[in-house]
């Protein structure tokens, strides 16, 4: 299905309404979940002037209809679309007759009210702005609030000159002359029989049917101003006051719950689960639910305790607008537990679960006890541990629990209690630095120290060192394996015990593996091992690796735990992946080239990236079928089942924005440029803002690509040397993470671009044709004039000599005009053909030629065995250029890297601007790190360009990524691992080269 962008906005409306309606539906199982969640389990996420607001204080918060949000601060109007922020001020939108916004109000058709500290009211509708002030009727300028009613009536609430309703034209008052109890009034709220209700300084008032109705302290409420009047979805009304939230009961006002505090309430919303949130003046955010008030302020990450506004969005995040900077509260996949729920520390080592279901977290300051959803009980050197640094835990069959310590050896332990303690000092060899523990069924225990391995079996201790044939003596994981065998997991790679004797195992050719952190058996026998070069397969006698150059994001894996439903979970320091088991098959089997997993960090609730390793068990899969993982911010757990849970309709793309030679163009219906457009640059995104992240684009340019082009998470369509004609630009989303394919809608968008003159189809045949007719008057005339001279020469045969000898010199030019004039057909055409594959603008090839000429020496380079390599180069925050200084600024950076990069490469890279602001090299007969240095220098150069003739105080900088072609089977594949290397450089803080 296909979404045509010259649909009605009534429809439009419509349709954007059911796909809110539909998302909140499929959100509603994990909002039910979150009911009884405490808050700091939720995922926390903050934004401040750091992260791209225009001023910290939020003032107000709005969605629209198509999913955008809307925030209203003193520096502007922002709109949010899950990545980025962006701003409308005075500087670039001179509608808005002022930054300072005070409220924002979104109307079920998509209009946007924007009511401003000094500026009047102003209404966005699509592309269309208007302005109402005191010229146009109302009473003031200092607005608090405004609203649409369902009339079409603009309402607005202004500072101290009561309420003006605006009706076309006509507009009127409402003062203490005519009803109002103050003319000081706070907000609006349109009640869902149309009514009007409006917050004042002395009371609240009730617009109905043409009455004023007051209510105030007779009525219930407190002799304090009302801030905040709101309205839940199953119409009940709550009132917040400067002396905290009261409700509507018949004609009185009831506080609405002794629990929440004495205090202002200038905000207040109801999420899916039916818990009512309340935004206070000093006390920060509270959530009121069946199980009482819960508070968070900012103690526990609360940007500011003033909370101005809040919203929950249509997937059920809950926004809240401080005056120190934005939060979103989310019930994320993870959650983690850590200090702000108990536990002796955050950093947790290892996690264990015992056979009565509770959970054993090893953290650095000490032992915790985990049941039933909270902690129980942790354990301490004030406890009587010998030692409060946890590094391994093992359960004994007897029931006892044995844990390895970083200083103190293995202490056990029976209900809480010290019953023994193993270490040096009582006789046990190796180290007292315990960081892996195995029990074998015969009741054998197995220590992994970092001096050596030790067996402990009927109260005697045999140490195994490289001596007995263990590859190094620094030990990090053990596995009983089904056969009863002993892995081990060392610090130079891995050994079987059997019987007693060691079997190293030969890991050359794995990727330079050598640190094994962890191990995973099969059913069937097949081993895992989670290493420093990726992941192992070892079976059949028969290892496999699985590695940075097969699509891992990050090769040191600490731990690999299977789900039960078919997916491997990987741990590591740069967050949490998850991959098909079948996939990793696939690739191990050579049946598929690289390896697609979905990766989680801390916008997915984990409470820090970092995983631990090097301890153990590091992760588990408890009977519940949930993931238990220790990383620095605490026990982090996640049900792989409920993932589903968090599978929402993806929301259909919107175009957000579109340049035709760099120049913004109104998206309305079909869009038709002028002649001479040559490039054409789309932006675009589908609004979800809980998982941004796992949102994939394609994209097809209809009458320029043949198929989709999958561009991953990336957001921008950019298109160069586009010829007149009519284009199709189609774009929609994907979410394989979550279990979407390619949606079915497509966002569609029309484009006509107008040809020249000499670029009209008629042109060239009508030029010909003028030609052929010329030639042929000429012939005729002539023809004529020979006949007429031929009679003449009869007479004079001297004059007849002389004239002809006139007319053949005049053929000679007749055929040298002929010559000159197919010569510069000639030369047209192959400059047409130069265009075709030159960026008119840097003189470089474009991404065409460059193309065709990676393809032909990737080619060579197969067959030559010769190295070859590829660049993909950015220039950083190049945007802030064409915005901050001019489009002619950008244009003049572009040609002066060109230049700079042109010249350093010399004849060892060919160069081609590969689009917008990315160029591309190839280094043939250049392996990776000759290419890299040679990048480097590049990136140097380009660092050292002065800016100060086109973008004075500028600093430039590059970002690359640099890939070889071994072991990559299609020069494609190189070019998507130079892009994937490029956006490694790029969130690795940018002006730097990765490869």
Not at 27 to 49: C, G, M, N, S, V
Not at 517 to 525: C, I, L, R, V
Request: proline share 3%; with cysteine; net charge positive.
């Amino acid at each position: 299905m296909e979404r045509m962008r010259g649909a009605s906005v009534a429809y439009r409306a419509r349709a954007l309404a059911m796909l809110a309606l539909l998302l909140c539906v499929g959100a509603l199982p994990a909002i039910a979940r979150a009911q009884d969640k405490p808050l700091t389990a939720y995922f926390r996420e903050t934004w401040t002037t750091r992260q791209g607001l225009p001023h910290n204080q939020v003032n107000a918060i709005a969605q629209t209809p198509d999913g955008y949000l809307w925030f209203g601060t003193w520096e502007g109007l922002v709109r949010y679309n899950g990545l980025e922020f962006h701003s409308f001020d005075r500087g670039n939108t001179p509608e808005l007759k002022d930054n300072g916004v005070r409220s924002v109000r979104a109307s079920a058709d998509g209009a946007l009210v924007i009511g401003t500290s000094r500026g009047g009211v102003t209404v966005k509708r699509g592309d269309h702005w208007r302005t109402w002030r005191v010229k146009d009727g109302l009473a003031q300028e200092e607005i608090m609030d405004a609203i649409f009613d369902r009339r079409g009536r603009l309402w607005v609430a202004t500072e101290n000159a009561g309420i003006d309703v605006v009706d076309g034209s006509r507009v009127d008052h409402f003062t203490t002359r005519n009803g109002l109890p103050s003319a000081v009034t706070y907000g609006l709220l349109l009640d869902r029989d149309g009514s009007v209700w409006a917050a004042t300084a002395r009371g609240l008032v009730h617009f109905l049917d043409g009455r004023l109705v007051v209510y105030a302290q007779a009525s219930g409420l407190p002799p304090a101003p009302v801030f905040r009047v709101f309205q839940d979805a199953g119409g009940r009304l709550f009132v917040g006051t400067e002396r905290g939230v009261y409700r509507r009961q018949g004609e009185r006002f009831v506080l609405a719950s002794a629990l929440l505090p004495d205090d202002g309430v200038p905000s207040m919303a109801r999420d899916g689960a039916g818990n009512l949130w309340v935004g206070s003046v000093n006390n920060g955010l509270l959530r009121l639910g069946k199980s009482g008030v819960e508070t968070f302020t900012s103690l526990r990450g609360l940007p500011n305790n003033r909370v101005a506004a809040l919203l929950v969005d249509r997937e059920g995040s809950i926004w809240a607008g401080t005056n120190a900077g934005l939060l979103r509260l989310s019930d994320a996949p993870f959650s983690t537990y850590n200090g702000d729920h108990g536990l002796s520390d955050d950093y947790v080592r290892a996690v264990l679960e015992s056979r009565d279901g509770s959970l054993w977290l090893g953290t650095s300051r000490g032992l915790n006890r985990w049941r039933g959803g909270r902690l129980e009980a942790s354990y301490t050197a004030a406890d009587g541990l010998p030692s409060d640094s946890v590094l391994s835990l093992l359960e004994d069959r007897d029931g006892s629990l044995l844990v390895g310590s970083y200083t103190a050896g293995v202490m056990r332990l029976r209900d809480g209690k010290l019953v023994a303690h193993y270490d040096n000092a009582h006789g046990m060899p190796g180290s007292n630095q315990v960081r892996a523990l195995a029990q074998q069924a015969d009741g054998t225990l197995w220590l992994g120290t970092n001096r050596g391995l030790v067996r402990m079996r009927d109260g005697a201790y045999t140490h195994f060192g490289v001596a007995q044939g263990l590859p190094r003596e620094f030990i990090i994981s053990l596995q009983v394996a089904r056969d009863g065998s002993l892995w081990v997991g060392t610090a130079n790679g891995a050994a079987r015990i059997v019987d007693g004797r060691v079997q190293a195992l030969d890991m050359r050719g794995m990727n330079g593996a050598q640190d094994v952190f962890d191990f995973h058996e099969d059913a069937d026998g097949t081993l895992w091992f989670a290493t420093d070069r990726g992941l192992l397969r070892y079976r059949g006698g028969r290892l496999q690796a699985l590695g940075l150059a097969q699509g891992l994001p990050v090769d040191t894996l600490f731990a690999v735990v299977d789900d039960g439903i078919g997916s491997l979970w990987l741990t590591s320091n740069r967050g949490v992946m998850r991959v098909g088991r079948s996939e990793v098959e696939a690739v191990m089997d050579g049946r598929k080239p690289r390896l697609e997993l979905d990766r989680f960090g801390e916008a997915d609730g984990l409470a820090s990236y970092q995983c631990n390793g090097g301890s153990g068990p590091s992760a588990l899969r408890d009977r519940g079928g949930r993931i238990w993982i220790a990383t620095a911010g605490g026990a982090a757990v996640v049900e792989p089942k409920a993932l589903r849970a968090y599978k929402r309709t993806l929301p259909p793309v919107l175009v957000e924005q579109v340049l035709a030679n760099d120049r913004d163009v109104q998206v309305q219906g079909r869009l038709e440029l002028p002649a001479g457009t040559r490039k054409l640059e789309f932006h675009y995104a589908s609004l979800t803002f809980q998982t941004p992240r796992f949102v994939r684009y394609r994209y097809q340019l209809q009458g320029v690509d043949r198929d989709w082009i999958e561009r991953g998470n990336q957001r921008v369509a950019q298109y160069t040397n586009v010829a007149p004609g009519n284009y199709r630009f189609r774009v929609n989303a994907s979410a394989p993470g979550l279990g979407h394919g390619w949606s079915p809608d497509v966002t569609t968008l029309e484009i006509g671009i107008a040809p020249r003159l000499w670029q009209r189809p008629w042109f060239l045949p009508l030029l010909l044709l003028f030609g052929v007719l010329a030639l042929a008057g000429l012939y005729r005339w002539r023809l004529g004039h020979m006949r007429q001279r031929a009679a003449d020469l009869e007479a004079v045969v001297a004059a007849r000599t002389r004239d002809l000898r006139e007319q053949t010199e005049r053929l000679r030019e007749s055929d040298r005009e002929k010559s000159f004039l197919v010569d510069k057909l000639r030369e047209q055409s192959e400059a047409f053909e130069r265009q075709a594959r030159e960026d008119a603008l840097t003189g470089l090839g474009n991404r065409r030629s460059m193309d065709e000429e990676l393809a032909r020496a990737f080619e060579q380079a197969v067959q030559s065995g010769r190295p070859l390599s590829f660049a993909l180069i950015d220039i950083d925050h190049f945007k802030r250029i064409n915005d901050g200084y001019s489009h002619a600024a950008g244009d003049r950076a572009l040609v002066e890297i060109a230049r700079i990069m042109r010249n350093e490469l010399g004849v060892l890279g060919t160069l081609a601007r590969w689009g917008g602001e990315e160029f591309g090299v190839l280094f043939e007969g250049l392996a990776l790190e000759e290419a890299r240095r040679r990048c480097e220098r590049l990136r140097w150069a380009v660092e050292r360009l002065d800016c100060s003739g086109f973008a004075p105080g500028w600093k430039m900088t590059i970002s690359g990524g640099v890939a070889e072609r071994t072991g990559i089977a299609h020069y494609e594949r190189l070019v998507s691992r130079a892009d994937a290397l490029l956006y490694e450089a790029k969130r690795a803080g940018r002006n730097r080269i990765f490869g």
